[in-house]
């Protein structure tokens, strides 16, 4: 077996197990340069699970079939929960009275839908059963929901008159999930089906607030629905690294660390 063609074998497993690599890194740790990376992605490529995004290869697992998303809302509530809790506090101390939001689905999102104050008077639009489900207990909350096809993995409603709906909506705060965040390559998320309710939603705000877990920072799938500068606000954890703390300050976003 040729030396590339071994090569290429340990770069696909490389990129396997660390999920997301860029070229450089991948050049240094073979000890090679980031010209023969380049030489050598035509073959690389050729595992379908792996793409190239702006200079970063990302391995992207293919579900069977009859699996819609890889990401399960029901498995992703019990990660990481009392971390969560603690943002959807901070994130509830941002709402006033009379705000009017939107609410994106997730696990940390519900968590804030369910403390959400009763004496504020908020006007909720969401597009998922968790988050519906938790406004409708609530009893003072108004709520506009989107309709459309019913997706099991995120209990996401979604369709074409849901998006319209959307577009036509102007709220004072968005509070949004992501799968993943990654400095260089934005926000990400789990399904294609999720991306144009997310930018949608962020178009119709005036404030928008990113509410994710540090476990997030430095996961990226290849669905790209922000940029990180499109927030104004990130809403995560004190296990975050300084230097992925201080480059977010560095760019002007809002950053509250619980």
Do not use: W
């Not at 992207?60 to 990660?79: G, M, Q």
């Not at 399904?191 to 476990?215: G, H, P, Y």
Request: charge should be positive; include cysteine; aromatic fraction near 4%.
């Amino acid at each position: 077996m040729s030396t590339r063609v071994n090569r290429v074998k340990e770069i696909q497993q490389i990129i396997k197990k660390t999920a997301s690599i860029t070229i450089q890194k991948l050049a240094a740790e073979l000890d090679v340069s980031k010209m023969t990376i380049r030489r050598d992605l035509e073959q690389i490529l050729k595992d379908p699970e792996i793409q190239l995004i702006r200079g970063m290869l990302i391995y992207n697992h293919i579900s069977e079939p009859d699996v819609e998303s890889k990401y399960s809302i029901i498995s992703a509530s019990t990660l990481n929960k009392g971390i969560k809790e603690r943002i959807a506090y901070k994130a509830k101390s941002i709402l006033e009275p009379g705000d009017t939001i939107i609410i994106d689905a997730g696990s940390t999102t519900e968590l804030l839908a369910r403390i959400i104050p009763k004496d504020l008077n908020i006007e909720v639009t969401c597009f998922s059963l968790n988050i519906l489900n938790e406004i409708l207990k609530n009893g003072s909350c108004s709520v506009t929901l989107p309709g459309g096809k019913f997706h099991c993995s995120s209990m996401i409603f979604q369709s074409r008159e849901g998006i319209e709906l959307l577009k036509k909506t102007r709220v004072k705060k968005a509070f949004i999930s992501a799968y993943g965040v990654n400095l260089r390559l934005g926000v990400t998320c789990s399904a294609d089906f999720e991306r144009e309710l997310k930018r949608t939603a962020l178009n119709s705000a005036e404030q928008r607030i990113l509410l994710v877990d540090s476990s997030k920072f430095g996961k990226v799938t290849n669905i790209h629905f922000a940029d990180l500068e499109d927030f104004d606000t990130i809403v995560t954890d004190n296990q975050l690294p300084d230097n992925i703390v201080t480059e977010i300050r560095n760019r002007g976003i809002t950053l509250h660390i619980v």
